[in-house]
């Protein structure tokens, strides 16, 4: 148990779509970091928030956005879904000055259809 | 450019026996940190190990081992004894040092135990 949560667990959607995926960071924790996870493949980094400013962003188009709240809980959107956005997404809660000490939540499983 | 090769996609072996995972990096840092992590089926990310640039001991948890050289960029994971339940996909995985650092991940090597 890391004390992170996400929501939802699993989401279909329909490609052309919008999805909000949600994330509760360790309380304490100001930094949250985002992955994406294809399938049969390793974690590849969105973008990063500390106190609810991006702070480092991947190799991701802007459709891919994210928000940070003060109660340590922040959200990925992504617009005009593609197939290939179907995939593991992953948040991570870091302690400050510790961004390298990451902790994972159990991720939302995206299908687009 | 920051890179984790995991050479190995799938490894498979008998109940008790050994297995070395292996993993090579790439980074300009001079400080940095390297990890492994654990993914069962379930699919949550199980944090194994973190090691620094400036510590090369190897280390010893129960049956797992972990041998960092840095003269090869290599940090490989030893499962001695294996058991069914050591089945998972084992991402390497590198971070810079500073405060705004990503996690830089391999493609996972998935190990299967067999009874």
């Known amino acids: 148990e890391t004390g992170v949560t996400q929501s939802p667990t699993h989401l279909i959607k329909t490609r052309g779509q919008q999805v909000t995926l949600r994330c509760s960071s360790q309380s304490g924790h100001n930094t949250v970091s985002w992955y994406q996870q294809a399938l049969g493949q390793g974690p590849q980094f969105i973008f990063q928030y500390y106190r609810e400013e991006e702070n480092g962003r991947g190799n991701f188009p802007p459709r891919f956005s994210g928000l940070q709240f003060p109660n340590y809980s922040s959200e990925l959107n992504v617009n005009a879904l593609e197939l290939d956005d179907s995939a593991l997404y992953l948040c991570?809660?870091?302690?400050?000055?510790?961004?390298?000490?990451?902790?994972f939540g159990p991720g939302t499983r995206l299908t687009v259809t | 450019a920051q890179k984790v090769t995991q050479a190995q996609t799938e490894i498979s072996v008998v109940e008790k026996e050994d297995v070395t995972l292996d993993c090579v990096y790439e980074t300009r840092d001079t400080t940095y940190y390297l990890f492994w992590y654990k993914q069962p089926p379930s699919g949550e990310l199980v944090f194994l190990i973190r090691?620094?640039?400036?510590?090369?001991q190897n280390e010893i948890s129960g049956r797992y081992s972990w041998n960092f050289q840095k003269s090869t960029s290599s940090f490989n994971f030893t499962i001695t004894a294996s058991q069914v339940v050591d089945s998972a996909v084992y991402f390497c995985a590198l971070s810079g040092y500073s405060s705004a650092s990503k996690i830089i991940f391999g493609s996972g090597t998935r190990l299967s135990i067999r009874p």
């Open positions: 090691r620094n640039s400036f510590d090369e």
């Open positions: 991570a809660s870091s302690p400050d000055g510790a961004s390298y000490e990451q902790y």
